[in-house]
């Protein structure tokens, strides 16, 4: 009889804190502990949110009478670490120094995921894990060149729900390892991750969080470096920044992030929401083909995933312009909350060994000239 394994996993977000309990792969509770933002704004940093954050979830679990006294394993969702290879990590004191400093660049609730793994493993014991945060650098060396001596590019990008579903694919609908395919695998939401999968590692990814790649409903998407200089010539650092990943995209259009009402502006007829629509699926066509080329044509499936493939239309466009690469899958919302409960779980059979946070970047730069 398959020994049965509790766990529980940790995914820290802007607004809400999100929790899910499994017994194995059976997904046993999921829910969202909503923070009110008036009550965050009075946190002046993400770090500072830590104590009120465990709070809740503590007064949650002990509400619903839910007991994590035999847990097996705790996972907290990773944050801004260095860059690391992809896989499961133990928890330490270093990884979650490093991830409370945000040492790979980015202030985000994400980094507070693996801190209230440790707090909480601090109540009811059990081993702690992190599961392919979003600074997963796994680029090809070609992927890392740009025109511009010291300055490589990087990413990053949704990683967790990138390889959840490509590895859920793998093994359920084409009945074979993850390292014995190549995927391109979308991520389409309020952020868009498109990413070349070769043989059990991502080598090219747009930087999402960076505002690199297509536009989405907040993020500018690439620009030509000279007409971006030329558009913030009267503007302020902090308002270009903003513009990259938060005031960029339909945000920048119409004055909102909402999806919806730009969907139904151009439902409506509306010229100007139907060419930033049609748009967005255009460059997110263009970046799947670029990831055809770099995976040599040779592609196992074109997966999509996430919160935007409820319009229809999405994927349809998708299918049309690139189904002659390979089979195209949906995977509609995002599978995080199962891949943090897989990762650890092939832990806990033994299937898998643990990493161990090096606190160092995993790729730190070239080493080849003289």
């Not at 792969?25 to 009550?39: C, M, Y």
């Not at 033994?350 to 606190?359: D, F, I, S, V």
Request: charged share 25%; hydrophobic share 35%.
């Amino acid at each position: 009889m398959m020994k049965k394994y509790k766990i529980f996993v940790i995914n820290p977000g802007s607004t809400s804190t999100k929790l899910a309990l499994f017994e194995n792969e059976h997904k046993i509770l999921e829910t969202n502990v909503f923070h009110d933002s008036s009550v965050l704004l009075q946190f002046p940093t993400v770090n500072a949110q830590l104590p009120y954050r465990k709070k809740l979830i503590m007064d949650f679990l002990s509400e619903n009478h839910i007991d994590l006294s035999d847990v097996d394993a705790i996972v907290g969702r990773g944050g801004s670490c260095y860059p690391v290879a992809s896989g499961v990590y133990v928890i330490d004191d270093k990884l979650i120094e490093d991830t409370a400093a945000g040492k790979g660049g980015m202030e985000h609730p994400s980094n507070l995921g693996v801190q209230l793994a440790r707090e909480l493993q601090k109540e009811f014991g059990g081993r702690i894990f992190m599961v392919d945060p979003p600074c997963v650098d796994e680029l090809c060396d070609m992927a890392r060149m740009t025109g511009i001596d010291g300055v490589p590019r990087h990413t990053n990008m949704h990683a967790l729900n990138l390889r959840g579903v490509a590895m859920h694919h793998a093994k359920h609908v084409l009945g074979k390892k993850y390292e014995d395919c190549c995927f391109i695998v979308c991520h389409i939401d309020g952020g868009i991750s498109v990413s070349a999968h070769r043989h059990g590692r991502i080598i090219d990814c747009n930087d999402a969080a960076g505002g690199d790649g297509p536009y989405t409903p907040t993020r500018i998407g690439s620009v030509s470096v000279a007409d971006i200089l030329e558009y913030v010539r009267d503007k302020d650092i902090d308002e270009v920044k903003k513009l990259c990943t938060r005031t960029g995209g339909f945000v920048s259009h119409f004055g909102t992030s909402s999806s919806d009402a730009v969907h139904k502006m151009a439902e409506e007829g509306n010229k100007k929401a139907i060419r930033v629509w049609d748009g967005m699926k255009y460059q997110i066509v263009k970046y799947i083909g670029a990831m055809a080329a770099v995976l040599g044509g040779r592609v196992d499936g074109i997966l999509l995933t996430g919160g935007l493939l409820r319009f229809e239309d999405i994927t349809q466009t998708i299918r049309e312009q690139c189904g002659w690469i390979a089979p195209v899958s949906t995977y509609p919302g995002e599978v995080e909350h199962e891949a943090l409960a897989a990762g650890a779980l092939r832990v806990l059979r033994g299937e898998e060994e643990p990493k161990h946070y090096t606190g160092r970047p995993v790729w730190d730069g070239w080493h080849d000239e003289d």
